[in-house]
């Protein structure tokens, strides 16, 4: 059974795409291979991967000519629902981002964090990350409970912050990320890899609105031997 919460498949595409791009695997200019192949090649239907790329095209990444082919064409300011997703394959591109949610529940905010919104209490959302299909990270997000009064599982998309536009009218425009390491939690999960109390990649986010109000307060705690956290400069 098809997952509810998971993007269009055409959309998971251009997504995919996007990261490649950013990540420098498909390169400015570069001619992308005959549309047939590389449908078989990504397992999708021709006419998806067309939506895909016509999805690219307004973006202003993509540029079809016709008799000649699909090029690329790198646009800094251009971004996808996951434009703020910084953990890449370590052995390199960038890979879809998917995500298991593992328990959703209202809570008060967590001790200590930094102030994020006027509700004393905030919808912490703990799921399981994978990156190219890859089980890679553990999230702890934590939203400002004035933003919705519930939010259940099956309410999420993969893309959390497409969920926040979507649903709630909330964009996040700008984060502050800090690095470090840190003991993996007890509520880890056996697909995840290191097991609880050992150390890994550790960030903690904060989050800002469109009216730039911290909204949001996030851990992730990431396996080192399959991802990398990388933050590229425009």
Do not use: C
């Not at 926040?164 to 999960?189: K, Q």
Request: proline share 8%.
């Amino acid at each position: 059974m098809p997952d509810p919460n998971a993007l269009p498949i055409y959309q998971r595409t251009a997504e995919r795409l996007i990261r490649e791009i950013a990540a420098g695997r498909l390169l400015d200019g570069e001619r992308l291979p005959p549309e047939r192949d590389m449908a078989v090649s990504l397992g999708i239907s021709v006419g998806t991967l067309r939506k895909s790329l016509a999805d690219l095209q307004s973006r202003g990444l993509l540029e079809r000519r016709q008799g000649s082919g699909n090029y690329i064409r790198h646009q800094p300011e251009a971004s996808g629902v996951y434009a703020f997703f910084r953990l890449e394959l370590a052995k390199g591109g960038g890979g879809l981002p998917t995500a298991e949610v593992l328990s959703v529940a209202r809570l008060e905010k967590p001790r200590p964090a930094p102030g994020f919104g006027p509700s004393p209490e905030a919808h912490r959302i703990r799921r399981l990350r994978a990156v190219g299909g890859v089980p890679a990270a553990l999230e702890e997000i934590w939203l400002d409970g004035a933003r919705a009064e519930r939010i259940a599982p099956r309410d999420l998309s993969e893309s959390l912050y497409l969920f926040y536009r979507d649903r709630l009218g909330l964009v996040i425009s700008r984060v502050e990320d800090r690095l470090g390491t840190a003991p993996v939690p007890d509520w880890t999960e056996a697909p995840f890899g290191p097991t609880a109390g050992q150390t890994v990649g550790y960030v903690e986010r904060t989050g800002w609105d469109q009216e730039g109000r911290a909204v949001e307060f996030s851990r992730t705690w990431f396996d080192p031997d399959r991802v990398r956290y990388v933050a590229r400069m425009r």
